[in-house]
Protein backbone atom coordinates (compact mmCIF):
# COMPACT_ATOMS: atom_id res chain seq x y z
CA UNK A 1 0.00 0.00 0.00
CA UNK A 2 2.87 2.35 -0.65
CA UNK A 3 2.10 4.47 -3.29
CA UNK A 4 4.19 7.71 -1.92
CA UNK A 5 5.55 8.19 -5.69
CA UNK A 6 1.87 8.48 -7.12
CA UNK A 7 1.30 11.21 -4.37
CA UNK A 8 4.44 12.78 -5.62
CA UNK A 9 2.60 13.19 -8.92
CA UNK A 10 4.24 10.49 -10.67
CA UNK A 11 2.24 8.33 -12.26
CA UNK A 12 3.62 7.76 -15.71
CA UNK A 13 2.89 11.06 -17.46
CA UNK A 14 4.58 11.31 -20.65
CA UNK A 15 5.80 7.81 -20.66
CA UNK A 16 5.19 5.57 -23.50
CA UNK A 17 6.32 1.45 -22.93
CA UNK A 18 5.62 -1.20 -25.41
CA UNK A 19 4.87 -4.69 -24.68
CA UNK A 20 4.34 -8.01 -27.39
CA UNK A 21 1.77 -10.21 -25.93
CA UNK A 22 -1.12 -12.29 -26.88
CA UNK A 23 -3.23 -9.05 -28.11
CA UNK A 24 -5.46 -6.77 -26.06
CA UNK A 25 -8.58 -6.32 -25.44
CA UNK A 26 -9.22 -2.73 -26.63
CA UNK A 27 -12.76 -2.02 -25.12
CA UNK A 28 -11.75 -3.01 -21.53
CA UNK A 29 -12.28 0.00 -19.51
CA UNK A 30 -8.56 -0.30 -18.60
CA UNK A 31 -7.44 0.38 -22.35
CA UNK A 32 -9.91 2.18 -24.51
CA UNK A 33 -10.10 6.09 -25.32
CA UNK A 34 -13.45 6.75 -23.12
CA UNK A 35 -17.06 6.39 -22.15
CA UNK A 36 -17.85 6.07 -25.97
CA UNK A 37 -14.89 4.51 -27.06
CA UNK A 38 -14.77 7.47 -29.22
CA UNK A 39 -11.75 6.05 -31.08
CA UNK A 40 -12.28 2.43 -31.53
CA UNK A 41 -9.53 0.26 -32.26
CA UNK A 42 -10.30 -2.49 -34.20
CA UNK A 43 -7.73 -2.95 -36.79
CA UNK A 44 -4.02 -3.19 -36.89
CA UNK A 45 -2.84 0.57 -37.43
CA UNK A 46 -1.18 3.67 -35.16
CA UNK A 47 -3.60 5.72 -33.36
CA UNK A 48 -1.10 8.67 -32.08
CA UNK A 49 -4.49 10.38 -30.40
CA UNK A 50 -5.77 7.51 -28.27
CA UNK A 51 -5.83 8.03 -24.74
CA UNK A 52 -3.75 4.91 -23.57
CA UNK A 53 -2.73 3.12 -26.94
CA UNK A 54 -1.11 5.15 -29.28
CA UNK A 55 -0.84 1.73 -31.88
CA UNK A 56 -1.58 -1.57 -32.00
CA UNK A 57 0.74 -3.43 -34.18
CA UNK A 58 1.18 -6.76 -35.49
CA UNK A 59 4.67 -8.18 -34.28
CA UNK A 60 4.80 -11.08 -36.68
CA UNK A 61 4.98 -12.64 -40.42
CA UNK A 62 2.56 -15.41 -39.55
CA UNK A 63 -0.73 -15.52 -40.43
CA UNK A 64 -1.47 -17.20 -37.32
CA UNK A 65 -1.14 -13.40 -35.31
CA UNK A 66 -4.92 -12.11 -35.67
CA UNK A 67 -5.73 -8.96 -34.33
CA UNK A 68 -7.39 -9.22 -30.59
CA UNK A 69 -6.83 -10.65 -27.24
CA UNK A 70 -8.18 -14.49 -27.14
CA UNK A 71 -9.97 -16.63 -24.01
CA UNK A 72 -7.50 -19.67 -25.28
CA UNK A 73 -4.86 -17.06 -24.16
CA UNK A 74 -6.72 -16.56 -21.00
CA UNK A 75 -6.60 -12.95 -22.20
CA UNK A 76 -2.96 -12.44 -20.78
CA UNK A 77 -1.89 -9.56 -23.56
CA UNK A 78 -5.16 -7.64 -21.94
CA UNK A 79 -3.97 -8.53 -18.52
CA UNK A 80 -0.09 -7.36 -18.29
CA UNK A 81 -0.90 -4.38 -20.16
CA UNK A 82 -3.36 -3.55 -17.42
CA UNK A 83 -1.11 -4.35 -14.94
CA UNK A 84 1.61 -1.78 -17.06
CA UNK A 85 -0.43 1.10 -17.69
CA UNK A 86 -4.13 0.35 -17.08
CA UNK A 87 -6.31 3.18 -16.26
CA UNK A 88 -9.77 2.96 -15.85
CA UNK A 89 -10.67 6.26 -14.07
CA UNK A 90 -12.02 8.37 -16.92
CA UNK A 91 -14.81 5.26 -17.26
CA UNK A 92 -15.61 3.74 -13.74
CA UNK A 93 -14.66 3.80 -10.18
CA UNK A 94 -13.11 0.74 -9.88
CA UNK A 95 -9.51 0.38 -8.18
CA UNK A 96 -7.47 -1.21 -10.66
CA UNK A 97 -5.55 0.59 -12.21
CA UNK A 98 -1.99 -0.25 -13.71
CA UNK A 99 1.67 0.87 -12.04
CA UNK A 100 2.06 3.58 -14.36
CA UNK A 101 -1.62 4.67 -14.78
CA UNK A 102 -0.86 7.93 -16.59
CA UNK A 103 1.59 6.20 -19.58
CA UNK A 104 0.00 5.03 -22.75
CA UNK A 105 1.02 1.75 -25.03
CA UNK A 106 2.76 0.91 -28.06
CA UNK A 107 1.35 -2.70 -28.59
CA UNK A 108 3.12 -5.36 -30.36
CA UNK A 109 0.72 -8.21 -30.99
CA UNK A 110 2.12 -12.15 -31.52
CA UNK A 111 -1.07 -14.12 -30.61
CA UNK A 112 -3.78 -15.49 -32.33
CA UNK A 113 -7.24 -17.53 -31.45
CA UNK A 114 -5.68 -20.60 -33.04
CA UNK A 115 -1.99 -20.19 -31.38
CA UNK A 116 -3.45 -20.87 -27.59
CA UNK A 117 -1.06 -19.73 -25.21
CA UNK A 118 1.66 -19.90 -27.99
CA UNK A 119 3.14 -16.93 -29.19
CA UNK A 120 4.89 -15.89 -32.92
CA UNK A 121 6.70 -12.82 -33.26
CA UNK A 122 9.26 -11.97 -36.47
CA UNK A 123 12.11 -13.66 -36.68
CA UNK A 124 14.92 -11.36 -35.62
CA UNK A 125 13.71 -9.43 -32.90
CA UNK A 126 15.06 -7.03 -33.55
CA UNK A 127 12.39 -5.89 -35.94
CA UNK A 128 9.76 -6.90 -32.70
CA UNK A 129 11.51 -3.84 -30.78
CA UNK A 130 12.27 -0.67 -33.53
CA UNK A 131 8.47 -0.36 -34.35
CA UNK A 132 7.67 0.99 -31.18
CA UNK A 133 11.38 2.68 -30.69
CA UNK A 134 10.17 4.39 -33.80
CA UNK A 135 6.75 5.57 -32.34
CA UNK A 136 4.79 7.86 -34.15
CA UNK A 137 3.05 11.41 -33.46
CA UNK A 138 1.86 9.97 -30.14
CA UNK A 139 5.29 9.22 -28.65
CA UNK A 140 7.67 7.11 -28.45
CA UNK A 141 8.71 3.59 -26.47
CA UNK A 142 11.67 3.22 -24.66
CA UNK A 143 10.56 0.68 -21.96
CA UNK A 144 9.57 -3.02 -22.90
CA UNK A 145 8.03 -5.47 -21.33
CA UNK A 146 7.94 -8.73 -22.10
CA UNK A 147 5.82 -11.68 -20.35
CA UNK A 148 6.77 -14.83 -22.45
CA UNK A 149 9.71 -16.93 -23.19
CA UNK A 150 11.42 -20.02 -23.85
CA UNK A 151 13.53 -23.10 -24.11
CA UNK A 152 16.48 -23.94 -24.37
CA UNK A 153 16.58 -22.82 -20.41
CA UNK A 154 19.81 -21.21 -19.31
CA UNK A 155 21.26 -21.24 -22.99
CA UNK A 156 22.41 -17.97 -24.54
CA UNK A 157 20.02 -18.35 -27.87
CA UNK A 158 19.97 -16.42 -30.97
CA UNK A 159 16.97 -14.35 -28.97
CA UNK A 160 19.06 -13.35 -26.45
CA UNK A 161 21.87 -12.06 -28.57
CA UNK A 162 18.94 -9.95 -30.59
CA UNK A 163 17.88 -8.50 -27.40
CA UNK A 164 21.36 -7.38 -26.12
CA UNK A 165 22.14 -6.17 -30.02
CA UNK A 166 19.12 -3.77 -29.94
CA UNK A 167 20.32 -2.50 -26.68
CA UNK A 168 23.66 -1.62 -27.47
CA UNK A 169 22.31 -0.44 -30.41
CA UNK A 170 19.59 1.68 -28.78
CA UNK A 171 21.62 2.36 -25.46
CA UNK A 172 18.25 4.47 -24.03
CA UNK A 173 15.74 1.64 -24.44
CA UNK A 174 15.22 -0.93 -21.38
CA UNK A 175 13.79 -4.26 -22.00
CA UNK A 176 12.89 -6.75 -19.44
CA UNK A 177 11.56 -9.85 -20.15
CA UNK A 178 9.99 -12.87 -17.81
CA UNK A 179 12.11 -15.21 -16.26
CA UNK A 180 9.71 -17.96 -16.79
CA UNK A 181 7.71 -20.54 -14.36
CA UNK A 182 9.68 -23.44 -14.07
CA UNK A 183 10.89 -23.26 -10.43
CA UNK A 184 12.02 -24.02 -7.88
CA UNK A 185 14.36 -26.11 -9.45
CA UNK A 186 17.77 -24.31 -10.06
CA UNK A 187 19.05 -23.40 -13.58
CA UNK A 188 15.44 -22.60 -15.63
CA UNK A 189 16.07 -19.64 -16.74
CA UNK A 190 13.99 -19.35 -19.99
CA UNK A 191 15.53 -17.74 -23.05
CA UNK A 192 15.60 -14.31 -23.90
CA UNK A 193 15.44 -13.59 -19.98
CA UNK A 194 19.24 -15.01 -20.57
CA UNK A 195 20.57 -12.14 -22.30
CA UNK A 196 23.03 -10.24 -20.74
CA UNK A 197 21.87 -6.45 -20.45
CA UNK A 198 18.22 -7.39 -20.15
CA UNK A 199 16.21 -7.13 -16.95
CA UNK A 200 15.12 -10.65 -16.01
CA UNK A 201 12.03 -10.25 -13.62
CA UNK A 202 11.60 -13.26 -11.01
CA UNK A 203 8.12 -13.39 -8.75
CA UNK A 204 6.80 -12.43 -5.42
CA UNK A 205 3.59 -12.81 -3.61
CA UNK A 206 1.04 -10.18 -3.32
CA UNK A 207 0.06 -7.42 -1.17
CA UNK A 208 0.68 -8.67 2.23
CA UNK A 209 2.10 -11.90 1.16
CA UNK A 210 4.87 -9.33 -1.18
CA UNK A 211 7.37 -10.74 1.05
CA UNK A 212 7.53 -14.18 -0.04
CA UNK A 213 9.12 -15.76 -3.59
CA UNK A 214 5.89 -16.56 -5.88
CA UNK A 215 7.14 -20.42 -5.64
CA UNK A 216 7.08 -21.57 -9.18
CA UNK A 217 9.56 -18.51 -10.10
CA UNK A 218 12.57 -20.01 -12.75
CA UNK A 219 15.40 -19.69 -10.98
CA UNK A 220 19.41 -19.21 -12.32
CA UNK A 221 22.03 -19.07 -12.81
CA UNK A 222 22.36 -18.66 -16.46
CA UNK A 223 24.89 -21.39 -18.43
CA UNK A 224 27.29 -18.84 -17.96
CA UNK A 225 26.95 -18.24 -14.64
CA UNK A 226 25.04 -14.66 -14.81
CA UNK A 227 22.74 -14.40 -11.81
CA UNK A 228 19.33 -14.32 -12.76
CA UNK A 229 17.10 -13.82 -12.47
CA UNK A 230 17.64 -9.81 -11.83
CA UNK A 231 15.15 -8.31 -9.30
CA UNK A 232 11.54 -9.59 -8.40
CA UNK A 233 8.13 -7.85 -8.50
CA UNK A 234 4.73 -9.01 -7.25
CA UNK A 235 3.78 -11.72 -9.65
CA UNK A 236 1.10 -14.26 -7.66
CA UNK A 237 -2.56 -13.25 -7.52
CA UNK A 238 -1.78 -9.91 -9.53
CA UNK A 239 -5.31 -8.87 -10.64
CA UNK A 240 -5.69 -7.04 -13.86
CA UNK A 241 -7.97 -6.46 -16.62
CA UNK A 242 -9.53 -9.45 -18.70
CA UNK A 243 -12.22 -10.55 -21.01
CA UNK A 244 -14.17 -11.12 -22.49
CA UNK A 245 -16.53 -8.25 -20.85
CA UNK A 246 -15.03 -4.62 -20.82
CA UNK A 247 -15.59 -4.59 -16.89
CA UNK A 248 -13.91 -8.42 -16.16
CA UNK A 249 -10.89 -8.53 -13.55
CA UNK A 250 -8.96 -11.25 -12.52
CA UNK A 251 -6.04 -12.80 -10.14
CA UNK A 252 -3.36 -14.69 -12.42
CA UNK A 253 0.19 -15.79 -11.48
CA UNK A 254 3.70 -15.77 -13.04
CA UNK A 255 6.56 -14.24 -13.57
CA UNK A 256 4.40 -13.02 -16.57
CA UNK A 257 2.72 -11.13 -13.95
CA UNK A 258 5.85 -10.17 -12.37
CA UNK A 259 7.56 -8.82 -15.80
CA UNK A 260 4.76 -5.66 -15.67
CA UNK A 261 4.66 -4.87 -12.22
CA UNK A 262 8.22 -4.19 -11.96
CA UNK A 263 9.30 -2.86 -15.19
CA UNK A 264 5.72 -0.10 -14.23
CA UNK A 265 7.68 0.64 -11.18
CA UNK A 266 11.12 1.26 -14.22
CA UNK A 267 8.39 3.80 -16.05
CA UNK A 268 7.86 5.80 -12.80
CA UNK A 269 11.65 5.88 -12.21
CA UNK A 270 12.30 7.04 -15.93
CA UNK A 271 9.39 10.15 -15.69
CA UNK A 272 11.68 11.07 -12.41
CA UNK A 273 14.32 11.82 -14.25
CA UNK A 274 12.79 13.10 -17.71
CA UNK A 275 10.34 15.50 -15.66
CA UNK A 276 13.27 16.91 -13.17
CA UNK A 277 12.91 15.41 -9.79
CA UNK A 278 16.59 15.04 -9.42
CA UNK A 279 18.82 16.08 -7.87
CA UNK A 280 16.51 18.62 -6.12
CA UNK A 281 13.71 16.04 -5.44
CA UNK A 282 11.56 18.54 -6.62
CA UNK A 283 10.07 19.16 -10.46
CA UNK A 284 12.65 21.13 -11.87
CA UNK A 285 11.53 20.92 -15.90
CA UNK A 286 15.10 22.00 -16.61
CA UNK A 287 17.16 19.49 -14.94
CA UNK A 288 15.17 16.66 -16.69
CA UNK A 289 17.52 14.31 -19.04
CA UNK A 290 16.73 10.84 -20.95
CA UNK A 291 18.47 7.78 -19.38
CA UNK A 292 20.26 5.02 -20.55
CA UNK A 293 18.30 1.59 -19.72
CA UNK A 294 21.79 0.60 -17.86
CA UNK A 295 21.19 3.26 -15.31
CA UNK A 296 17.23 2.12 -14.63
CA UNK A 297 18.49 -1.21 -14.51
CA UNK A 298 20.66 0.17 -12.22
CA UNK A 299 18.09 2.15 -10.19
CA UNK A 300 16.18 -0.55 -10.19
CA UNK A 301 18.73 -2.89 -8.50
CA UNK A 302 19.30 -0.16 -5.78
CA UNK A 303 15.77 -0.02 -4.64
CA UNK A 304 14.98 -3.49 -4.27
CA UNK A 305 13.99 -4.50 -0.96
CA UNK A 306 17.22 -7.09 0.12
CA UNK A 307 15.13 -9.30 2.01
CA UNK A 308 12.74 -12.08 0.78
CA UNK A 309 11.36 -14.45 3.34
CA UNK A 310 14.35 -17.37 3.35
CA UNK A 311 16.17 -15.74 1.04
CA UNK A 312 19.06 -13.00 1.13
CA UNK A 313 20.24 -10.81 -1.73
CA UNK A 314 21.78 -11.13 -4.30
CA UNK A 315 20.96 -14.58 -5.07
CA UNK A 316 19.56 -16.77 -7.92
CA UNK A 317 16.51 -16.88 -6.38
CA UNK A 318 14.91 -13.48 -5.90
CA UNK A 319 18.26 -11.29 -7.68
CA UNK A 320 18.99 -8.78 -5.90
CA UNK A 321 15.86 -8.23 -4.22
CA UNK A 322 11.94 -6.91 -4.70
CA UNK A 323 11.95 -3.98 -6.55
CA UNK A 324 10.63 -0.56 -4.51
CA UNK A 325 10.60 2.52 -6.19
CA UNK A 326 10.26 4.93 -2.88
CA UNK A 327 13.85 3.38 -2.00
CA UNK A 328 15.87 4.86 -4.40
CA UNK A 329 13.96 8.07 -5.44
CA UNK A 330 14.83 11.02 -3.69
CA UNK A 331 12.04 13.56 -2.49
CA UNK A 332 12.71 16.73 -1.06
CA UNK A 333 13.32 16.31 3.27
CA UNK A 334 14.51 12.34 2.64
CA UNK A 335 16.90 11.26 4.98
CA UNK A 336 18.58 9.20 2.02
CA UNK A 337 20.16 11.05 -0.61
CA UNK A 338 20.68 9.84 -4.14
CA UNK A 339 23.73 9.90 -6.75
CA UNK A 340 23.06 9.35 -10.23
CA UNK A 341 26.19 8.85 -12.52
CA UNK A 342 24.99 8.07 -16.43
CA UNK A 343 28.28 7.71 -18.01
CA UNK A 344 27.05 7.39 -21.72
CA UNK A 345 29.96 8.25 -23.37
CA UNK A 346 31.80 5.11 -21.97
CA UNK A 347 35.21 3.86 -20.98
CA UNK A 348 37.97 3.10 -23.64
CA UNK A 349 40.44 0.41 -23.05
CA UNK A 350 42.59 1.04 -19.56
CA UNK A 351 40.73 4.12 -19.00
CA UNK A 352 38.79 4.44 -15.35
CA UNK A 353 36.63 6.84 -13.33
CA UNK A 354 37.47 6.80 -9.68
CA UNK A 355 35.04 7.94 -6.70
CA UNK A 356 35.52 8.94 -3.01
CA UNK A 357 32.43 8.49 -1.06
CA UNK A 358 32.29 10.28 2.27
CA UNK A 359 30.15 8.42 4.50
CA UNK A 360 29.34 10.53 7.42
CA UNK A 361 25.87 8.40 8.48
CA UNK A 362 26.69 4.80 9.49
CA UNK A 363 22.78 4.55 9.95
CA UNK A 364 21.42 4.91 6.47
CA UNK A 365 22.88 1.68 3.99
CA UNK A 366 24.95 2.89 1.40
CA UNK A 367 24.30 0.57 -2.12
CA UNK A 368 25.79 1.33 -5.11
CA UNK A 369 25.10 -0.13 -8.04
CA UNK A 370 27.15 -0.58 -11.25
CA UNK A 371 25.39 -1.37 -14.75
CA UNK A 372 25.91 -1.66 -18.45
CA UNK A 373 24.74 -2.52 -21.62
CA UNK A 374 27.65 -4.99 -23.24
CA UNK A 375 28.52 -5.81 -26.91
Known sequence: ????????????????????????????????????????????????????????????????????????????????????????????????????????????DIGGATLGTGLSTFTDLNDLFLPAYTGNAGGAARISSNSWGGTPLTAYTLNSMEVDQFIWSHPDFYIAFANGNAGPSVNTVASPATAKSVASMGGTQNGTNAGFIYTSTSRGSAADGRRKPTFCSPGQSVFSAVGPTNTGYAGLSGTSMATPSGTGAVVLMRQYLTDGWYPTGAAVPANGFTPSAALLKAMAINSADNA?????????????????????????????????????????????????????????PLEVSLCWSDY
Open 308 to 364: VSGFTAPDNNIGYGRVNADNVLYFTGDARKLLLVDNTAGLAHGQYLEYQINVVDTAV
Open 1 to 108: ANRRVWTMGIRGQGQVVTTSDSGILTTHNLHKHDTANTIPISDFGDYPTHRKIIAYKKGSTSAAVTFGDHSSASWHGTHTAGTLVGNDDPISTSPRDGMAKEGKIYFM
